[in-house]
């Protein structure tokens, strides 16, 4: 993510901290329930939110999960990463720089107000704006005007971006300031979602009780809990709510969340822990899921700490030559991961093997690298987790292979929770290096690179500043076709391995499930379960 959404950050499994005793047989419960909410309802691990459930100020794959139930963007993806149309009938171009927006008619926000132009200009426009101080504030920079609402230093010069035009109540035009034949699939990111009026009266609080046009109503909040939303009946998309609700639950362990979906106390689980992944599928049966997705764990210096500030790519590469990523995700991740090959996952446009040996376990030249690149200052570094995310089995196992290897010492450094991981991010606190989980925003190349390397990049909290990269970046950005672009970013790639911004891990799969009181559990693109497909029993 930006992340991370950008793209999003993925938090790598789940949260959530409602007890045992406060999921099960809640007094909310109506009729025959059979699960942890009221009748009818699904329940799902889904962790706190690191910010207020305002669009662009989320991009982290908990906050997301929300983000996607209360609001609808133009356009989402199948779960091939093809397009499908939601709130826009149409989104055409005759140059890749103005782009024509035609919505549906008939959507309403939750509280009756007519989805139109103004809803998606206006939003876009306070997005952006840079004493808003959104945490995706960049996804809006490709738009002519960006600059003047969004300066890199002093008060906006203006409060619309010129880009950005009203053409009638269900048309408006987007000018870039340059050609991007791949900027259609960025309005897939959640962060493009529409704003209601009632957003503009008190921001701070719609972020705790937000009003959406998306497949569901807000209904409460109880922060660390639970997040509870209902569906809506008025809702015009594709993807309307087959069930009457969702409860997207906090769990401090991945652990105790499953304990919860074997006892049917929790319905589904995004991702199981590395304890019980050898025996989920005995356990779930049917109910377990395993398949691949768009989303790639990676090891990111901080380049502004003591540990990496000026380092040797070949120090990276050293490192990067001492992870056994085979056996590890052979045994600690029990094969539950594929070791990478490159910066970008399966799954999306221009996914390509780097065909290199810098990913590859070799002690003896990982020495050597580490050695020529004149080593790592102290000998020693931290990688920062979360560890709620059933993460600390692998940060231990990839220490332990790096100081087998080459001498290098190497220690995890825990975090809580995910949004205090995200928080020292946020605020260049990472001693050394940090797990850098990223799950596709849209299915293009670009958004495994430009959106985490770019040195303008909000997901970039490494600080890696490259202009020979950036330039490459936006030399693939103004290509003239789609398949142009994406063979750039493609070259772009192959030059991020000289320069080494993070240390590619593997490509994820979702090894989640859910409980017997559900059905039609189905997984999207970029890994997320489809909550509004699933039925109850």
Known sequence: MRGARSAKWVAGAIVVALAATACGGS????????????????????????????????????GSYVIQAL?????????????????????????????TVKLKKGWKFHNGEEVTSKSYIDAWNWYANIKNNQQNSFWFQDIKGYDDVHPEKGEPKA?????????????????????MPYFI???????????????????????????GNGPYTFEKWDHKKLIQVKAWDDYLGPNKAKNKGVQFKNYTTVEAAYKDVVSG???????????????????????????PYAAIQTLTPAFYSKTFKDIDPKVLQGLSMAID?????????????????????????????????????NPAKAKQLIQEGGGVPGNKFTIQYNTDGGHKEWVTAVCESIRKATGVDCVGDPKPDFATDLEA??????????????????????????????????????????????GLMNKADSAKSLDASVKAFQEVEKKLVEHMPAIPLWYYRINGGHGKNVDNVNVDFHGDLEVWGVTTK
Request: net charge negative; glycine share 8%; no cysteine.
């Open 27 to 62: 007094g909310d419960d109506e009729g025959n329930n059979k699960g942890s909410g009221p009748a009818g309802y699904v329940s799902i691990d889904v962790g706190e939110p690191q910010k207020p459930l305002i669009p662009a100020d989320t991009n982290e794959s908990n």
């Open 71 to 99: 609001f609808t963007q133009l356009l989402d993806f199948d779960a091939k990463g093809e397009i499908v149309y939601t709130n826009a009938e149409s989104v055409t171009t005759k140059d890749s720089k103005t782009w």
């Open 159 to 179: 409060k619309a971006m010129s880009g950005l035009k009203a053409v009638d109540d269900h048309t408006f035009t987007i000018e870039l300031k340059y050609t």
């Open 185 to 211: 699939y960025k309005l897939g990111y959640t962060t493009w979602a529409p704003l209601p009026k009632v957003f503009y009266d008190d921001p701070k609080a719609f972020g705790q009780k937000p009003v």
């Open 265 to 291: 106390n929790l319905d589904m689980i995004r991702q199981v822990g590395p304890t019980d992944l050898p025996k989920y599928k005995q356990d779930l049966g049917d109910g377990a899921i395993d398949q």
């Open 325 to 361: 990523r085979k056996t590890i995700t052979d045994t600690v991740l029990n094969k539950t991961r594929t070791p990478a090959q490159g910066f970008t996952p399966p799954g999306v446009k221009g996914y390509q093997n780097l065909d290199t040996d810098v990913f590859t376990y």
């Open 425 to 470: 991010r946020d605020n260049d606190q990472v001693k050394g290096m940090y797990r850098g989980g990223w799950v596709a925003d849209y299915p293009v190349n670009a958004n495994f690179m430009k959106e985490l390397y770019h040195s303008t990049a909000e997901a970039n909290n490494g600080h890696f500043s490259n202009k020979e990269i950036d």
